[in-house]
């Protein structure tokens, strides 16, 4: 009962509060128009802020593109305050991207999401979903499904606590086409599917593309929406002079602005109030935390400049009264592009690219189409194109069944020294009929074919030779993994875990007339938070390989970064930049302080220690081998930046490691 009462209370209140809005018909009604500008467009919340403080009230409200967005939650109950901290708040590199929501995905989804740069979903037969730009907008599309929670059935815009209205750009026709009424989030996309950028929204025979277009500041549809009076927002910079238009972004830029100027002029004579907030500096891309920090504020610091003017519009017409908003209740809004997004379940193209200064350039591409089975499961595919070569085709499902074609070409180096050439050719096939996966942890029980090719003498630089067999082997195999990880790059929290053993043999049964080649690899990280931007991040790793001569295509080796970076048994050793061939027994530690200097900047500092040996038993010796790295990274949208500089005992010089991209 007494809940009941409280919802009759919260009901009432509303009711009372939209009756005194509307009923002040002896007063002119002011309509607010925010322009398109991309994250330019942060700036219309605080001149919103502004306006209410100045005791304005806004009876209508319309927008362009990124003044859509702002225009249409601010008409169901957003107040300045919530979409600032929503704007501060969201992943814009994980909302301008197709990707898909980490924590909805297993380990192995986890790496590929991490892999590649950019990817598109392939559709058959669904004409509304079909492509014409790089993202399909589908974090965008959830976005704002979750931010209009309650106003999802198709509506009466003006039928909102404030009437508003939208506009987009028909490129069949080339009209605009003014949304009064619809689907609100559908209305908002339209509105900002920036041509060639984002896939268009079709609507009917509509297909539907930034308003900005036809009418980027649409003072004239708040006026035939019957407001007397109109403050309106611009974002909308100045045209490039001749000697600014030095690349093809700013060319492409000054294209779209020329278009956004269809009756720009006219609609702000319409204006009352106009302000013009200086964006010089920013694009419609700037969404990065001290960008929208700045816009923000020059938007507030515009907004205050007519000041004057807004106070005098409030003692002339609406002094009598208070001024009832309507801003919903707040709420968290932390959450919100993690409530309802899903994995793709259409198949999708994906490509990945990267740089670094021990191969170069090297190019990825792959797709993966899901099967509609009793478990998740998919069908792939991948090329790698670079200086190895890589193919590979395989099914993922309750078990697994993978080929994979490899054409290596490493520089091997001794102590620093650049020893050997090794080209291959490697075919690998694997089964795994024990094939476990969960968002967690992952458990693999299977086999393993290995044919290696050599071809071409492997001479060193002072003239003695290498030698080495073509061969195959079968290894039966155990892999278990854990990762409960924030993060992929730079994690703050949790912990990551992997153990392997193989038994390797020639025969299914024996290594060449002898017990198999044992070969076991654990990994454990844990990462410390110290404070929010300090993660101290040990790690202890090691892998020993048992049994007699063992071949070469197995030997440990050590290298840069990663694990299994440049071929599979690589391990990662600071300050050692290439390929490096060590003893048959390694066991090592790591430790490393992590501090982010902002949302996507880190500095990194770490040292490790190392025992090799020949057999197993002399691992307990004292660590022979030290090395000790630093670092910057930036992780943009295309995976991180990376600049480290190191030196090891084992090389005694010091490394400089270049990297751009995710690894793979």
Not at 633 to 642: A, H, N, Q, T, W
Request: hydrophobic share 40%.
């Amino acid at each position: 009962m007494k809940q009941l009462a409280i919802l009759l209370l919260i009901f009432l209140t509303a009711t009372t509060a939209t009756a005194q809005y509307n009923s002040n018909l002896d007063r002119p009604k002011v309509a607010v128009v925010l322009s398109g500008g991309g994250a330019k467009g942060v700036a219309h919340i605080s001149a919103l802020k502004v306006i209410e403080e100045a005791g304005i009230p806004v009876d209508i409200i319309c927008g362009t593109s990124m003044g859509s967005l702002i225009g249409g939650l601010y008409s169901i109950g957003w107040s300045p305050k919530e979409l600032d901290s929503l704007v501060r708040s969201q992943n814009w590199t994980f909302l301008l991207s197709d990707r898909t929501n980490q924590s909805l995905m297993n380990l192995s989804e986890r790496r590929r999401e991490n892999t590649y740069a950019l990817g598109h979903t392939i559709t058959f037969g669904r004409r509304q979903q079909q492509g014409g730009g790089v993202l399909a907008g589908s974090n965008l599309a959830v976005l704002f499904e979750n931010l209009c929670e309650g106003y999802l059935d198709s509506m009466d815009f003006n039928q909102l606590p404030i009437p508003f209205a939208c506009v987009a750009t028909d490129i069949v026709t080339n009209t605009e086409v003014d949304f009064h009424s619809g689907f609100l989030p559908q209305a908002m996309r339209s509105s900002m599917a920036i041509p060639g950028v984002f896939t268009p929204v079709r609507i009917g025979d509509s297909v539907l593309v930034d308003g900005g277009l036809r009418n980027n500041y649409p003072a004239d549809i708040a006026r035939a929406m019957g407001a007397d009076i109109i403050i309106g927002v611009t974002v909308q910079g100045d045209l490039l002079k001749a000697d600014e238009l030095s690349n093809t972004a700013s060319i492409l830029g000054q294209i779209v602005d020329y278009n956004c100027k269809n009756k720009y002029e006219d609609n702000l004579r319409m204006s009352d109030i106009v302000m013009k907030v200086n964006v010089e500096g920013y694009s419609a891309a700037s969404f990065v935390d001290d960008a929208i920090d700045t816009l923000l504020r020059r938007g507030e610091e515009e907004a205050l400049r007519h000041w004057d003017e807004l106070v005098a519009l409030r003692e002339r017409f609406f002094s009598s009264g208070t001024i009832i908003r309507h801003h919903r209740p707040h709420r968290d809004t932390s959450y919100l592009i993690h409530h309802k997004s899903s994995i793709h379940k259409q198949p999708i193209a994906r490509v990945g690219f990267r740089f670094d200064s021990e191969e170069l350039g090297s190019l990825l591409l792959g797709i993966a189409a899901p099967i509609k089975i009793f478990r998740p499961s998919d069908l792939h595919a991948s090329l790698r194109l670079g200086n190895r070569l890589m193919a590979q085709v395989g099914f993922d499902g309750l078990f697994s069944i993978n080929y994979t074609f490899r054409r290596n070409d490493l520089d091997i180096y001794s102590n620093g020294i650049r020893n050997y050439n090794i080209r291959y050719r490697q075919h690998q096939a694997d089964f795994v009929p024990f094939n476990y996966k969960l968002k967690k942890y992952t458990i693999q029980v299977g086999i393993r074919w290995d044919y290696f090719d050599y071809y071409g003498r492997l001479l060193s630089l002072n003239g003695s030779t290498f030698d080495t067999e073509d061969d195959h082997y079968f290894s039966y195999r155990l892999e278990a993994n854990l990762n409960t990880e924030n993060r992929w790059y730079f994690p703050s929290k949790g912990q990551r875990v992997h153990i392997g053993y193989a038994y390797r043999t020639t025969n299914l049964v024996q290594f060449k007339n002898d017990f198999g080649l044992s070969d076991i690899i654990v990994h454990w990280r844990i990462n410390i938070p110290l404070t929010p931007r300090l993660t101290f991040q040990p790690m202890i790793y090691g892998r020993c390989l048992l049994g007699k001569d063992i071949p070469f295509a197995f030997r440990n080796t050590l290298g840069n970064e990663t694990f299994s970076h440049y071929i599979e048994q690589q391990l990662p050793f600071a300050g050692i930049g290439n390929v490096e061939y060590i003893d048959n027994q390694i066991a090592a530690l790591q430790l490393q302080l992590s501090c982010r200097i902002s949302k996507s900047h880190y500095v990194l500092v770490r040292g490790a220690a190392a025992t090799t040996a020949t057999y197993a038993e002399n691992l307990l010796q004292l660590p022979d081998l030290y090395g000790v790295q630093a670092g910057y990274s930036y992780v943009s949208l295309f995976g991180p930046i990376d600049v480290r500089v190191g030196w090891s005992t084992r090389t005694r010089k010091a490394n400089i490691y270049l990297n751009f991209g995710h690894i793979f």
